[in-house]
Structures are given as structure tokens and as C-alpha cells.
């Protein structure tokens, strides 16, 4: 998202010549649905195409950490795009490479290619939101920002939650490969829409895009993603490489990056802001939601692979039982933010942060004999307890800038929710299969060995939940003077 450069007033510009906004931001809104729900779409998916692409759980959960990895790679050059290019040629290029990444899996003929799709689908997926935010805070009233962000709340919580659903119900009757035929005619037609709809209702100015940012933040994110994920293979014995090289070269990337950031502050052509992190509320809310996204995105993959390979369940069973986390997620969405607008953010985030690590915990217990009405109950725990965090951290963090770095803000929250995504779901995968392989070495059945291995990623899960309740008690609403009106980007 985008500064206001400009140098009118935020409430100058937001008088702008009226032009019907309802079918554009109701298009995006749908767009952007469509594209999130891809980040989890193939976590029910893993046990089918493990099977028919004759790969590990190691290698198939790349097809969700590479995209929400790549998002992360993407997702701070966005600021800088939505300045430079008009609307249209955004949204355009966004569901172009959406499509055409789904035209790809759809016909992919192995592991490789489809993660290419993937990969191409997730480009686009990564401005959608961005773009979405920037045209809500350019065209809309500001005392109806609230409402509206509030529907991007649920978009950006629920579509991820139903991803498993929807990927059951296709794979029940129908080939992997049918999660995407089904998706590409819907893009087109949202491209075809936007074509009628979408209009270009920002200013565009000049910048500069900082290469060696780019290459630092790509190289850093990717690095530590990739041993992260690569410490399961390592385990098993099929890493090519040794896990400790990709992490240390990520780590002294995203070091240099942010020495490069702090250097180029005073600059436009700074990619991340990090004078946002001066606010003792933002960085306390990005950190508790970092932890909470680990939990959310590593639950989501790890769920659906014990429902199927633990339990038997097929996959259309394992998407139906987790519909109703996803729908209650929803339901509470606009209730929440309801309740933050009057109580501010401690009184959600703090009972939110203890019953998501009650869940977690009670999730510790499952095994080879856990009742499906049991795990239903546990998903939806910890859903309404992610569901009371969300909404009020996001807020509580983007409400304590000023508004000249309201747009950087959006663009580390947003990237740093797709890096925790990342790694909570090489975390969680890491974990199982580590456990998995060390209790079969003493001798246990492969399902039973299993179980052991979903155990010891949901303790280790519980454990680092544990830090979120530490850090919700110190959660505090912005003070007055912080809580200024959203920007509008140019």
C-alpha cells in the first residue's frame, strides 16, 4: 500500500469525483477472496498428491510454503507498485498472473511444474490484497472504513480457513487437478468483469525501486524458509545441502536488508519502513500476531494430513470437518471488530491468546483413537480464539502509525503474516516427520508412528503458543493521539 504523496490533505483527496465504487470494490473483494483461498487449498490435497506424484510429506508441503514464501517475496514491493501504476494495470496484472498460474497446475504434469503454478499464482495473489486495502482507503467515506475493513478481514481470515473444505468436497469425486480447472473459469471471469468495473481512482507518480532491497529481502525470506522446511528432509537423509547453510545465509540477508532499510529511510525509494517499529504497540501486536499465524497456517496442514493418514478419513470428510472453524471465524469477524471499537484490544487478544493455547495444548492429546467430534471441537477452540486476536491486533497495530506510515505498516504486517504462514507450516510438517521417523525407529507401526509425530508438533506448538499469552497482557489501545484516520494512497 501506498503513501500519499501528493501533498493534498487525506480529506481533500478523499473527496474525489464520484464514480460508482460498489461493483469495483465488490469485484475486488471477490477477487481477492478467490486468490487467498489458494494459499491453503492444498492442505487436504497433500495425501492424493503424494500418492499420485510419488512424493514425501517433506516435498508436498512445499506447494503451500512455496506460495505463501513467495507472497513474502512479493508483498513489499507492492507499496511501490500501487504508487508507480494505475489501478487497472495492477489489478490486471494480478489476476493475469493468478490465471495463468492456475492454467499451469491445472495442467502440470509433475511435481515441478505444479509448483511453478504455484509459485506464478501466488505473484498475483500477492498484490490482490494490497490493492484492495489501497482502493477501500481511497474511494471510501472515512466513517465507513470500519465496515469495510472489516469485510477484508473476513476474506483475509476465512478464505484460508475454507481452503481445506473446498479442496475436500472437489478431491471427494474428482481428481487433484480439478482444484484448479474449477478456479480458472471464475478468474476469467473476474478479469473479464474487471475489464467493465475497475477504474483507475488514484494518482501514480514517479519512484525508484531499490534492486539490491529487492534482491536482500528475497534472498533472506527464501534462505530461512528453505532450511526451515529443509530440516524434515535433513532428518530423513535427502537434503542436498547441509539445513545450517540456507538459514545463515537468510539470516545475514535479512540482517543487510534491514541495514539498507535504516539507510534508505529518509528516502522514497525505501522498500520497508522500519521507523514503524519505534511504536512500542506495533511491534507488541506484529509479534503476537507472528505467533498466532504460525499456529494458525501449521494447524491447517498438519489437520487435514492426520484426519486422512491417522484416522482414514477421506478427503471430503477431512474438508467438512474443518468447515466449521472456518465459518465460525467468519461469524465472529464483524462481532469482534464491534467489540474492539468499544473495548479496545486487551480484552479480546488476551482471552483470544489463552484459548488458542488451550487448544493447542488439548490438541497434544490426540491420537490413533481420537473421536471426530473431539477434533471438530478442538479446531473450533482454536479458531474462536484466533478470532478474537486477529482483527484487534491488526488494527491495534496499523491505528499506532502516523499516517505517513500507514502504507508501510500494512506492508510488514502483511508480509511478515505470509513469513510466519511459511514457516509455521515447515515447522508443523518438520516436526511430524521428524517425530514420525523417530518412533518408528523404535520399532512402531507406521500409524501409530504417525500420531507420535502429530504429537510432538502440536506440543512444540503449545509451547511457543505460551509466548502470545505472555506478550497479550502487554497489549494496550493506541493512544489518542496515534488512532488518526486511514491514508489515502496515490
Known sequence: MSTT?????????AAAPPIRTGPVIALLVVAAFVVILNETIMGVALPA???????????????????????????????????????????????????????????????GILLIGRIVQASGTAVMI???????????????RGRMTGVITIVISVAPAIGPTISGLVLAS?????????????ALIVLGLGTLWVRNVTETRSVQFDLASIVLSALGFGALIYGLAGIGEAAEGQAPIPVWIPIVVGAVALVAFVLRQIALRETPRVLLDLRTFRSPAFSLAVAVAVVSFIALFGTLILLPIYLQSVLGLSTLDAGLALLPGGALMGILAPVVGTLFDRFGPRPLVLPGAAVSSGALWWMTTLDVASPLWLIILMHLTLTAGLGFMLTPLMTSALGSLPVHLYSHGSAIVT??????????????????????????????????ALAHGVHTAFLVGAAISLVAVLLAVFVRRAPEGSRQPAPVAH
Not at 174 to 186: E, G, K, S
Not at 429 to 447: D, F, W
Open 130 to 144: 494490497p490493492l484492495l486495502f489501497t482502493t477501500v482507503m481511497t474511494v471510501v467515506a472515512p466513517e465507513r
Open 415 to 448: 508480509t511478515l503474516q505470509q513469513v510466519a504462514g511459511a514457516a509455521g507450516t515447515a515447522l508443523f510438517v518438520t516436526l511430524m516427520s521428524v517425530g514420525a521417523e523417530n518412533a518408528a525407529s523404535t520399532g512402531e507401526a507406521p500409524v501409530p
Open 49 to 111: 498428491l503424494m500418492n499420485d506424484l510419488n512424493i514425501t510429506a517433506i516435498s508436498a508441503q512445499w506447494l503451500t510454503t512455496g506460495f505463501m514464501l513467495t507472497m513474502a517475496v512479493v508483498i513489499p514491493t507492492t507499496g511501490l507498485l500501487l504508487q508507480r501504476l494505475t489501478v487497472r494495470t495492477v489489478f490486471f496484472t494480478a489476476m493475469g498472473l493468478f490465471t495463468l498460474g492456475t492454467a499451469i497446475a491445472a495442467i502440470a504434469p509433475g511435481f
Open 174 to 186: 474428482l481428481p487433484w487437478r480439478w482444484m484448479f480447472i474449477i478456479v480458472l473459469p471464475i
Open 5 to 13: 504523496e501528493s501533498g493534498a490533505p487525506p480529506q481533500e483527496a
